[in-house]
Structures are given as structure tokens and as C-alpha cells.
């Protein structure tokens, strides 16, 4: 049996990967300050200056870097991207789910996420545009090697007088084992009843687009998909 290697780098977890790449570029800024700084300082009379001096500046490099990588990640995507591998989840998405009563509900979901940390922040929409009820997570936790999300909430319904708590678990669908998903499969139950609901969401853009804009998005390509004999809404 083949087995296609893949480096490293690529399966190092974010923290593990964000460091990597700032100690090898201070490594790199230090080895030229040795090669071309050092000697000028050659001349000092106190023996033990050259030591400390390159131990603050070896400091003060790597938080200087590690400040720069950081806010390069907010700014663009795709080294966020790269940086969090298949733990890569920010966006927009969108899911839909019935009810007992056979109504359908439409999910949007922030997925606001740092190299550190991630929060959820969903809102569910009834077929007529009408609000159903908003959430936020709690603990959330993403196994990128077994590719799973698992995240705890608080909900209000819109016509219930009391928030309550529940739990996610969604499946990865992606394209190996180095990426992150583009559909996520699961359910979600609340804990007043522990009754799971199956939802199906797929990302439909990597910003974090207002929630009613990414529904009018969602019943477009639903109904183009419908069109095309795909699904029916």
C-alpha cells in the first residue's frame, strides 16, 4: 500500500506552527546581526556586553516578529489560513433543519476565529424570514487529526421566556487531511430535552457576512439548486 507523505510543517498544530516560523525568521535575523553587527562591537571594554546585548536583541526580534505574523493573520486570510491548517474554520456559514411540525429553519453562523481561539455566534431564520432564535458558544473544541467540532451554547428562542444550554457535534468534509472543512455534518441537541437535530452546513464565504445578507445568499444558490434538479428548499 502507497502512502502519500505529507510534511511536517503542514501537520504541526497552529501554536506549534506560528512559533516554528518566528524562531526560524529570528534565527535568520540573528545569524546576520553576528555576521555583520557583532563585529563592530568587537571593540567594548565590558566582556560580558556582547552576551547580553544579543540576548535582548534575540527578544525583542522574536516578539517583534511574532507581533507582525499576528497581525498579518488578522489581515489576510490566507495566512490564517495557513497558519491554522485543517483547524481553519473562520466564516460565514450556513445550515437549515426541520422541525417536529415539518417547518423548515435557516441557520447562519459566525465562526470567529483567531489562532488561538474560536466563537460561534449563529442565528436561525423560519421560511418566512421571520427570527427563530440566536446563539453563542461557550467551550468550544476542534480535533483537527479526527476532524470534529464540538461546541457548547446558550440559546433564546424567540418565543421561549427562558435561554437554555445545548451541545454540537459536526463531522469535517474536506479535501485531505491538511485542509480545512468546507461542509460540516452533525447535530445539535439542547439539554432541556436531549433530542438531536441534524443539520448539514456548508461555509459560504470566508468573512463574517451579516446574517441576513448570507440568508438572501443561501436561498439564491438554493434556489438555483432547484432549479438545476440538486434539492428542493
Known amino acids: 500500500m502507497l502512502f502519500r507523505s505529507v510534511s ?4 504541526m498544530k497552529p501554536e506549534h506552527r506560528f512559533h516554528s516560523y518566528v524562531t526560524a525568521a529570528t534565527v535568520a535575523v540573528m545569524y546576520y546581526v553576528v555576521q555583520h553587527v557583532a563585529p563592530l562591537m568587537s571593540g567594548g571594554t565590558v566582556p560580558f556586553a556582547q552576551p547580553v546585548a544579543a540576548l535582548l536583541l534575540s527578544v525583542g526580534v522574536y516578539k517583534l516578529l511574532a507581533s507582525f505574523l499576528l497581525s498579518t493573520s488578522r489581515r489576510f486570510k490566507f495566512v490564517k489560513r495557513h497558519l491554522l ?4 474554520v473562520n466564516g460565514t456559514w450556513y445550515g437549515k433543519f426541520r422541525l417536529d411540525d415539518g417547518s423548515l429553519v435557516h441557520t447562519v453562523e459566525h465562526f470567529e476565529q483567531t489562532l488561538s481561539s474560536l466563537k460561534i455566534r449563529g442565528q436561525g431564520f423560519r421560511s418566512s424570514g421571520s427570527s427563530y432564535a440566536q446563539w453563542t458558544s461557550v467551550s468550544e473544541t476542534i480535533d483537527a487529526e479526527a476532524g470534529i467540532l464540538t461546541y457548547t451554547y446558550n440559546c433564546d428562542k424567540t418565543n421561549d421566556k ?8 459536526f463531522q469535517f468534509e ?12 452533525g ?8 433530542v438531536r437535530t441534524e443539520n448539514i452546513e456548508i461555509k459560504l464565504s470566508e468573512d ?16 438555483l439548486d432547484a432549479e438545476g ?3 428542493d428548499d
Open 8 to 11: 511536517p510543517i503542514r501537520t
Open 85 to 88: 491548517g485543517a483547524n481553519y
Open 162 to 169: 427562558a435561554s437554555f444550554q445545548g451541545v454540537c457535534v
Open 174 to 185: 474536506r479535501a485531505d487531511e491538511t485542509s480545512g472543512p468546507t461542509c460540516i455534518r
Open 187 to 194: 447535530y445539535s441537541a439542547d439539554l432541556i430535552d436531549g
Open 208 to 223: 463574517l457576512l451579516p446574517f441576513n445578507q448570507a440568508l438572501q445568499i443561501a436561498r439564491e444558490l438554493q434556489h
Open 229 to 231: 434538479g440538486i434539492r
